[in-house]
C-alpha cells in the first residue's frame, strides 16, 4: 500500500507488476493447455486478464506477448490509470529544461493518464505583461490551455483520456447558476481546448469526509453554456506510477534513482501508517475503539466518530515522519487487540522499508562522495 498526503494510493508501477504470491494451500491443479484452446476462446480469456496480468504475459512466451501486449497497450478497463506529478513538464513558458524522469517510451503509448497540477486554476491563471526582465506580453488561458494540450501530445501521444486534476473544490460544484467564479469558465477554457482525439475530465477532491478522500471525476461539455457532469461520483482508478526511464551510468542516474526511490519508499511508509491507523477501529476490544495516540483517553464506539476525532485533533500524525528533530517522537504502533499475524506483516513491511531507505543511502554516498575514488574513469566524469 502507498499513498501521499491526502491518502491517494499510487502504485510505483514496479509494486503493479510484481507476480503476487499464491497464498492458498489448495493442490497444485492439473496443467491446462492453454494454447491449444481455439484463438477465439484465447482472446476472450485475455480479454479478462488486468493489466498486471497482461503485463506478465507479455513476457511469458512468445505465442502470448502478442495479444498480451495488445489488450494491455489497449487498457480498456475502466479502472487503471497512469498517474503523473511532474506538472513543470507542462508549465506555460517553464524556462528551465525539465527532466523527464519517466520511461518515454513508454508513455508514448498510453492511452489514460491522470496528471497532478497541483493548483488547477493556478497553473492555468491569465499572466500579465512582463515589463521587469525580458519582456513579455500578456498570456491569456487559452493561450496556456493550446501550450499545454501540444505538449500533453507530445509527451503522450496515444493518449485517449486525460484527466486534470489538482484542486480542492473550496467552491460547490457544479457552479452554482448566477454565480461568478473565474475558476469555472477558466477550467471550461482549458477543458474545451483540449485537442479533439482526447476526451478531457477533470477530478476534484469531494473534501467533505475527513480522513477518507474520494474523488468526483466529471466532464464539461461546450456550447453556448458549458455544462458539468458528473462521470462518477466515487471515482477510485488504481492509479499506477509511469515506469522510470533508463538513464546510463553517471551520477545524475544515481541521482535521480535516489529521489525516486525515497519517494516511493515515503509513499509506502504513508501507507504503512495508514494501515497501523486502521487496526485501532478495524480490531476494538469490547467494541470501543481507541485513539492511536497514547496519551489521549478518548474512546468511540462508531468509526465516523473515531475518523472525526482524528481528524479535528491531528492525532494520527505520530511517529517520526511528523515529529521534528530533537522533540520526542511519540510512537505509532500497531493496537494491542491486532492479531499476531498481521502485526507480523507490518512489521515485515517496516523491515523492507527500513532495507530500502540503507539501499538509497548508497546512491546519496556515492554522488556526494565524488561517485568514486580520485584517479578513476567514473571520478573524471563525475568532475566534468
Ligand atoms: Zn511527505
Ligand atoms: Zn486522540
Not at 491569456?140 to 484542486?167: C, H, I, N, Y
Not at 509513499?267 to 470501543?288: F, N
Not at 531507505?357 to 578513476?376: D, I, L, M, N, P
Request: glycine fraction near 4%; charge should be positive; aromatic fraction near 12%.
Amino acid at each position: 500500500l502507498c499513498m501521499d498526503h491526502n491518502e491517494k494510493v499510487l502504485v510505483p508501477f514496479r509494486y503493479f507488476v510484481e507476480p503476487t504470491l499464491q497464498l492458498s494451500r489448495t493442490p497444485p491443479c492439473q496443467p491446462f493447455h492453454f494454447l491449444r484452446l481455439h484463438m477465439d476462446l484465447q482472446l476472450i480469456v485475455y480479454e479478462c486478464c488486468d493489466l498486471s496480468t497482461l503485463f506478465q504475459l507479455m513476457r511469458t512466451c512468445s505465442r502470448t506477448r502478442g495479444p498480451a501486449a495488445k489488450y494491455f497497450w489497449a487498457n480498456t478497463l475502466e479502472t487503471y490509470w497512469y498517474h503523473s506529478s511532474d506538472y513543470c513538464l507542462f508549465d506555460y513558458g517553464s524556462h528551465q529544461c525539465p527532466i523527464i524522469r519517466h520511461c518515454p517510451e513508454f508513455a508514448r503509448r498510453i492511452k489514460k493518464v491522470e496528471l497532478n497540477l497541483l493548483r488547477l486554476e493556478h497553473f492555468f491563471a491569465e499572466l500579465g505583461e512582463q515589463l521587469d526582465g525580458p519582456y513579455r506580453p500578456a498570456v491569456s488561458t487559452a493561450t496556456k490551455a493550446q501550450d499545454f494540450w501540444s505538449k500533453v501530445e507530445r509527451a503522450f501521444p496515444a493518449v485517449k483520456k486525460m484527466v486534470l486534476t489538482g484542486m480542492l473544490p473550496r467552491r460547490a460544484l457544479p457552479p452554482p447558476p448566477g454565480e461568478f467564479d473565474i475558476a469555472y469558465p477558466m477550467i471550461e477554457t482549458v477543458l474545451n481546448c483540449a485537442l479533439p482525439h482526447i476526451a478531457a475530465y477533470v477530478a476534484f477532491d469531494r473534501g467533505n469526509s475527513p480522513r477518507s478522500r474520494s474523488y468526483t471525476l466529471w466532464q464539461v461539455t461546450s456550447g453556448l453554456e458549458s455544462t458539468w457532469q458528473v462521470v462518477n461520483k466515487h471515482w477510485t482508478p488504481t492509479r499506477i506510477l509511469l515506469p522510470p526511464r533508463r538513464f546510463t551510468d553517471s551520477p545524475l542516474r544515481d541521482l535521480l534513482t535516489f529521489t525516486r526511490m525515497n519517494y516511493a519508499l515515503h509513499l509506502e511508509t504513508r501507507g504503512l501508517d495508514w494501515l497501523k491507523i486502521e487496526t485501532y477501529a478495524r480490531y476494538p476490544l469490547d467494541g470501543v475503539i481507541r485513539c492511536p495516540r497514547l496519551d489521549c483517553d478518548a474512546t468511540f464506539t462508531e468509526r465516523s466518530q473515531w475518523k472525526q476525532h482524528l481528524h479535528d485533533t491531528s492525532h494520527w500524525r505520530l511517529g517520526p515522519g511528523y515529529t521534528r528533530e530533537g522533540d520526542w517522537a511519540m510512537e505509532l504502533l500497531c493496537f494491542k487487540g491486532t492479531p499476531i499475524s498481521e502485526q507480523a506483516a507490518v512489521e515485515a513491511r517496516q523491515q523492507r522499508i527500513d532495507a530500502g531507505y540503507k539501499h538509497t543511502k548508497k546512491f546519496q554516498w556515492r554522488v556526494g562522495c565524488g561517485w568514486s575514488q580520485e584517479g578513476t574513469e567514473q571520478r573524471r566524469l563525475f568532475e566534468e
